[in-house]
């Protein structure tokens, strides 16, 4: 297992971004490529690309601003488990989504989708 970084400063008050990033279901509201999202008990179902991929909601954290999930299906993938924190930084806010992933090739696979969704983000928080 790999464990890889994407990061991005937020121009948006801490709380204001995650209130988009910690909506699990919301994520194609921001995330390039998403064509749907929705919810069945705490698994997101996404269609992008022409796949379906489901992530399930391993734990979400009001007070530090962090959400965890992992792929449980429709990526070939032997494990993968994500964590995205919004944390303060001078007056924006700071967004870091690790990603642990085997194999190695898929950390690196999604450390770079993460951090082209991270700008997707900034530009949808900064108008």
Request: hydrophobic share 40%; glycine share 12%.
């Amino acid at each position: 297992m790999a464990e890889r970084t994407a990061e991005i400063d937020v121009d948006g008050t801490p709380e204001d971004v995650w209130v988009l990033v910690g909506d699990f279901g919301g994520i194609a509201g921001w995330m390039p490529g998403m064509e749907s999202c929705r919810l069945e008990g705490e698994n997101r179902i996404l269609d992008t690309m022409g796949m379906t991929i489901t992530e399930k909601l391993i734990a979400r954290d009001d007070a530090t601003r962090a959400i965890t999930y992992a792929i449980v299906d429709g990526v070939p993938i032997e494990s993968h488990e994500a964590t995205i924190t919004v944390t303060p930084t001078g007056s924006g806010s700071r967004v870091t989504w690790v990603v642990d992933a085997a194999p190695d090739e898929m950390a690196d696979l999604m450390q770079g989708v993460y951090q082209g969704s991270l700008e997707a983000l900034k530009a949808h928080v900064e108008g």
